[in-house]
């Protein structure tokens, strides 16, 4: 499995790969040609990924939910909500950030088979293509903190409605969200 290009043979007895040797591919990854074969097993082999992700994602909620429950029920509503948007918001950012990298890599495929055709190793192509997804996450990540602060407020005046310290948030240096405690009057 050390080859990128490897993949597993197990199949059952109608000649189609088993299930679970088409989850182990998917968590393990190989290289594939998804425009041809079983669609069905195109879409589990690029699926399982998200789907471990997003249990993860839920773990995390859980053990976050535990921790603040010992604040009160308020404040176990309030990440229950939070949670709900974040994971909605992660989703769509995830699997746009997934579509994108593959998108590129595909457009890449004619250069890296040159590459490899002229002896660059494995190794190489992969951190080639590690080094393109860190900077293109490296200029989302900027981009997210050079918009935090508007952003914030924006969210700010619009939770303003609902909430009368809604418009207490703010965003500081580690930028991380946080309240200002000022004096009422």
Same mark, same amino acid.
């Given at each position: 499995?050390?080859?990128?290009?490897?993949?597993?043979?197990?199949?059952?007895?109608?000649?189609?790969?088993?299930?679970?040797?088409?989850?182990?591919?998917?968590?393990? =990854?190989?290289?594939?040609? *998804? @425009?041809? =074969?079983?669609?069905?097993?195109?879409?589990?082999?690029?699926?399982?990924?998200?789907?471990?992700?997003?249990?993860?994602?839920?773990?995390?909620?859980?053990?976050?939910?535990?921790?603040?429950? $010992?604040?009160?029920?308020?404040?176990?509503?309030?990440?229950?909500?939070?949670? @709900?948007?974040?994971?909605?918001? *992660?989703?769509?950012?995830?699997?746009?950030? &997934?579509?994108?990298?593959?998108?590129?890599?595909?457009?890449?495929?004619?250069?890296?088979?040159?590459?490899?055709?002229?002896?660059?190793?494995?190794?190489?192509?992969?951190?080639?293509?590690?080094?393109?997804?860190?900077?293109?996450? =490296? &200029?989302?990540?900027?981009? =997210?903190?050079?918009?935090?602060?508007?952003?914030?407020?924006?969210?700010?005046?619009?939770?303003? $409605? *609902?909430?009368?310290?809604?418009?207490?948030?703010?965003?500081?240096?580690?930028?991380?969200?946080?309240?200002?405690?000022?004096?009422?009057?």
């Amino acid at each position: 499995m050390s080859d990128s290009t490897s993949t597993i043979q197990v199949h059952n007895s109608s000649g189609n790969p088993s299930i679970w040797s088409s989850l182990r591919e998917a968590v393990m =990854g190989s290289h594939q040609d *998804f @425009t041809e =074969g079983n669609i069905s097993r195109a879409i589990v082999l690029l699926a399982v990924p998200m789907v471990l992700e997003m249990c993860m994602e839920s773990l995390f909620g859980v053990v976050d939910v535990f921790w603040v429950s $010992r604040l009160g029920a308020d404040a176990v509503a309030t990440v229950g909500l939070t949670e @709900t948007a974040l994971v909605l918001v *992660f989703v769509i950012a995830c699997s746009n950030a &997934a579509n994108l990298i593959l998108a590129r890599t595909v457009r890449r495929e004619g250069e890296l088979s040159v590459r490899a055709a002229l002896g660059a190793s494995t190794a190489s192509l992969r951190r080639t293509l590690l080094m393109d997804s860190l900077l293109l996450c =490296g &200029a989302g990540a900027a981009l =997210g903190i050079l918009i935090a602060r508007p952003m914030v407020a924006i969210l700010a005046r619009y939770a303003s $409605r *609902f909430s009368v310290r809604a418009l207490d948030l703010t965003v500081d240096r580690s930028g991380r969200t946080r309240r200002r405690s000022r004096a009422r009057g």
